[in-house]
């Protein structure tokens, strides 16, 4: 064996060791926290002082022992944040079974000084909370949350003058999020919330007026997007049923007597969303207009970004069906085109204003041009509602942008 042969051997093991020395540490002492100080007490107990893992977000912590030096008793953590908290440990596994935070006071009166209760919490053996009272700075109460007898998880959240009730939280013993109530400032009841699948992204909601009344009902799922309906004033006629997912869309307006307003169906497949619009005329709704506009999106803040393509119309004086055609941008009406006995078209080209008749054109029923004239300044009267994206009655908009995260408990 040449000595090039075994240098080489000896380096191998000798990284190897060194990475095995490594391993240990990372596993063993790494990230541990470092024992600074160890005062025997009186009667016996030791209070351990120790300098916590950067990482953890603790600036000190001690922890007091007992006479057998290794079962825990209790224990105080100062966070660097400022939080001071109080520990105690029990049960079979000397875990924590509660803790209360406090507030520190301003650093003139000292950082590591106690101020007022942040929260106060009581730990399962499992380290689930039992309870758990949550303070704002300035005492008031921020939210509670308590063990229930059959295994759930009730939560109650506060306004900022901790009395008011602003919602409240119920979780099953699998501390999955099941139900919901918000209220409004002034104690009425706003919307309620239940998930059957005990997942927070599926969920049944029913929003309400201050005067109790259902204002609008609806489900929503990831996959089966939104389904809902809208109501009256009496909280039980119905003004609008809708259904919205990622490639379909359809929105039925009524009025208060039952009576068909509006159509909306869409498809982001076929990039279109066709909007009928219907009046009342000789004891029945006919349809008055339809709008085609191109749509990309069907749910998500693009969903409203339509373009106006064409709209088709009545023309009851006439007894046809015409279309107006639109610009680019969707905006203003280019040409008005309306179909005569003759089997032939009459074309009204009209200004930049989208008011003002340029030109007529006549076409014969191959669709030759027949004959043209000026519009002499002329203007059409097209109703404003025919160009636009109204609906009769808003959809619910419930985002609930300031709401806690949705999980049993949190720190």
């Excluded at 825990?72 to 209360?100: C, H, M, Q, Y």
């Excluded at 007597?257 to 009342?280: F, I, P």
Aim: aromatic content about 10%.
């Amino acid at each position: 064996m040449t000595h090039t042969t075994k240098a080489k051997r000896w380096l191998g093991i000798s990284l190897a060791i060194l990475g095995t020395l490594f391993l240990l540490y990372v596993v063993f002492l790494a990230g541990r926290d470092k024992e600074i100080s160890r005062v025997v007490l009186p009667d016996k107990t030791q209070e351990v002082a120790y300098l916590p893992d950067p990482s953890t977000g603790q600036r000190l912590k001690l922890i007091r022992f007992a006479q057998d030096g290794f079962t825990r008793i209790s224990g105080t953590i100062f966070w660097k944040s400022g939080l001071i908290e109080d520990l105690t440990f029990g049960g079979p596994a000397n875990a924590v079974t509660s803790s209360i935070e406090y507030y520190p006071l301003n650093e003139g009166d000292g950082k590591d000084t106690r101020g007022i209760k942040r929260s106060d919490s009581r730990f399962a053996v499992d380290g689930s909370y039992t309870y758990h009272a949550v303070y704002r700075a300035d005492g008031t109460m921020e939210r509670i949350g308590e063990l229930q007898p059959m295994g759930g998880y009730n939560s109650t959240f506060y306004f900022e003058d901790g009395k008011t009730v602003w919602r409240q939280r119920n979780f099953d013993e699998k501390k999955r999020y099941r139900a919901e109530k918000i209220f409004r400032r002034n104690g009425t009841l706003f919307a309620s919330i239940y998930s059957e699948a005990g997942d927070p992204n599926k969920t049944s909601t029913m929003l309400y007026r201050e005067d109790g009344t259902t204002s609008a009902s609806f489900t929503r799922d990831p996959i089966d997007g939104e389904r809902g309906k809208v109501y009256d004033l009496d909280g039980q006629s119905m003004l609008v049923e809708y259904a919205r997912d990622y490639y379909n869309v359809q929105e039925i307006f009524l009025d208060k007597a039952g009576n068909l307003l509006q159509v909306r169906d869409g498809s982001r497949m076929g990039n279109q969303l066709v909007v009928r619009g219907y009046e009342k005329s000789k004891d029945k709704m006919i349809m008055v207009y339809r709008q085609r506009w191109m749509m990309t999106q069907t749910v998500g803040p693009d969903a409203d970004k339509i373009k106006l393509r064409r709209v088709e119309y009545y023309d009851a004086a006439n007894d046809r069906a015409c279309e107006i055609q639109m610009d680019k941008e969707g905006l203003v009406p280019t040409t008005i085109s309306c179909p005569e006995a003759n089997g032939g078209q009459t074309v009204k080209k009209l200004s930049e204003d989208g008011l003002t008749i340029k030109s007529v054109e006549v076409y014969n029923k191959n669709r030759q041009l027949a004959g043209s004239s000026n519009g002499n300044g002329a203007k059409v009267n097209i109703p404003h509602q025919w160009l636009e994206n109204i609906r009769p009655t808003p959809l619910p908009d419930f985002k609930d942008e300031d709401s806690p995260p949705k999980v049993y408990d949190f720190h």
